[in-house]
């Protein structure tokens, strides 16, 4: 009989991945649906970041193995970047590239949690950091947020779980699924708060170059130097440079800490050569691809958040950044007979043949999450899909 860890017998597929993978099966049969469920820019990378690797391929830099921690020059094209970008100051040895930023918190939770560790996980929360803390036996103490608060927590939520087991506090802005970003003082409140209670914030800031409408995401790490030095700052290339596919993310931080991801990734796994490359000419080339893409985003969403806003039952906020819309769907769902979201999610797709996530993975199961990485006629067409399904059922 097969043996299966009981650790692993608790892990669940990535909602979003399975929901996309139901998708897949249906359009391989021939159904037409809209997939609105991706976490990904439907773009292609740009060319010049594709033929960097290419070259590297051709120049034989890619056939042995690397330093564990990331080629040299990526690293410092990452500290280049923030220092640049966010006037923050890190050294070599305060860096570590890895196979996508869920890598990347992977390692860190595996470095700083022991058993029965507390995490606090402000919900909604992205699917995979729930499992991440209990696959490094970590307990999630999770803080709900409202849409009435824009999905922010506040110092008195945090304060409100904190015991002396807390280990970290994960951030996340701009936010998946909510798209909400904290603003400076926001996150100057928060960031005060861990210094004082001696609480590493992991800061997730993989949307972070994807900000709407005059929002603008500020990296907590920047907001002072006791608040940088509690801080591991998680990015990549994945979002910002439609790189998904080439898995390459990092973590910025204590060198202790980053010290040790490395001693862990060097007998588990570090990312490929050819990527590091590609990625390298990312961050030090032409940046203007970036704002190409954050402007067709912007623009598909001021055309497609009215006519979300105009489905009956639906009921939402603006998001300010990444490229979801998170949706309380709960009285359109009642009232087209289902008792559960994840179930009238399941007949969007079936019958109304258009594709979300239902928010059971985020830890908000009244809600879906919609991604608007398609271009305005189909996202219009998928309005109309659903607004259809919703009136002929009530
Ligand atoms: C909030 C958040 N963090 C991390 C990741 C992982 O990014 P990567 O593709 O670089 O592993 C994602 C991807 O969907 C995400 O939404």
Same mark, same amino acid.
């Given at each position: 009989m097969v043996k299966i860890s009981k650790r692993l017998m608790k892990v669940q597929e990535?909602?979003?991945?399975? /929901? !996309?993978?139901?998708?897949?099966?249906l359009k391989s049969k021939g159904y037409d649906i809209i997939s609105l469920t991706v976490g990904e820019p439907d773009f292609q990378t740009p060319k010049h970041i594709s033929n960097a690797a290419i070259e590297a391929i051709k120049?034989?830099?890619?056939?042995?193995?690397?330093?564990?921690?990331?080629?040299?020059?990526?690293?410092?094209?990452?500290?280049?970047?923030?220092?640049?970008?966010?006037?923050?100051?890190?050294?070599l040895n305060q860096v570590i590239v890895t196979t996508g930023a869920k890598d990347a918190l992977y390692g860190v939770f595996q470095t700083i949690i022991d058993p029965g560790d507390e995490v606090l996980i402000p919900a909604p929360y992205w699917v995979s950091y729930t499992e991440q803390v209990e696959l490094a036996g @970590? #307990?999630?103490?999770?803080?709900?947020?409202?849409?009435?608060?824009?999905?922010?927590?506040? #110092?008195?939520?945090l304060e409100s779980k904190r015991t002396e087991k807390t280990t970290a506090l994960i951030l996340n802005s701009p936010n998946n699924p909510t798209g909400s970003i904290y603003s400076r003082a926001e996150l100057e409140t928060i960031g005060n708060w861990a210094v004082e209670n001696d609480i590493l914030i992991i800061s997730d800031e993989?949307?972070?170059?994807?900000?709407?409408?005059?929002?603008?995401?500020? +990296?907590?790490? +920047?907001? !002072?130097?006791?608040?940088?030095n509690q801080t591991i700052v998680i990015n990549g290339v994945s979002k910002s440079y439609a790189m998904t596919g080439w898995r390459i993310g990092y973590a910025m931080g204590n060198e202790t800490i980053i010290k040790k991801? /490395?001693?862990?990734? +060097?007998? !588990?796994?570090?990312?490929?050569? #050819?990527?590091?490359?590609?990625?390298?000419?990312?961050?030090?080339g032409k940046q203007e691809v970036?704002?190409?893409?954050?402007?067709?985003?912007?623009?598909?969403?001021?055309?497609?958040?009215?006519l979300l806003e105009s489905?009956? @039952?639906?009921?939402?906020?603006?998001?300010?950044g990444a490229f979801y819309v998170f949706v309380n769907a709960k009285e359109a769902a009642t009232r087209t007979g289902f008792s559960d979201v994840s179930d009238f +999610?399941?007949?969007?797709?079936?019958?109304?043949?258009?594709?979300?996530?239902?928010g059971d993975g985020f830890g908000f199961p009244d809600f879906i999450r919609i991604s608007y990485t398609l271009d305005e006629e189909t996202l219009t067409e998928a309005v109309n899909r659903i607004k259809s399904f919703i009136i002929s059922k009530s």
């Open positions: 990535s909602p979003t991945l399975s /929901t !996309s993978n139901k998708v897949n099966q120049q034989n830099k890619t056939n042995h193995y690397v330093a564990t921690s990331g080629i040299l020059p990526l690293r410092q094209a990452i500290i280049d970047y923030h220092n640049l970008h966010d006037g923050v100051t890190y050294e @970590g #307990v999630n103490i999770i803080i709900d947020s409202s849409l009435e608060n824009n999905f922010k927590v506040t #110092v008195e939520d993989i949307y972070y170059n994807l900000c709407y409408n005059g929002h603008e995401a500020v +990296s907590v790490a +920047s907001l !002072s130097e006791p608040i940088k991801m /490395t001693q862990f990734a +060097s007998h !588990s796994a570090n990312p490929a050569a #050819v990527s590091q490359y590609a990625a390298l000419a990312a961050l030090t970036v704002d190409d893409m954050r402007r067709i985003f912007e623009k598909r969403l001021n055309h497609f958040y009215p489905v009956p @039952g639906f009921k939402m906020i603006k998001p300010q +999610s399941l007949a969007l797709i079936e019958e109304a043949k258009v594709a979300v996530v239902s």
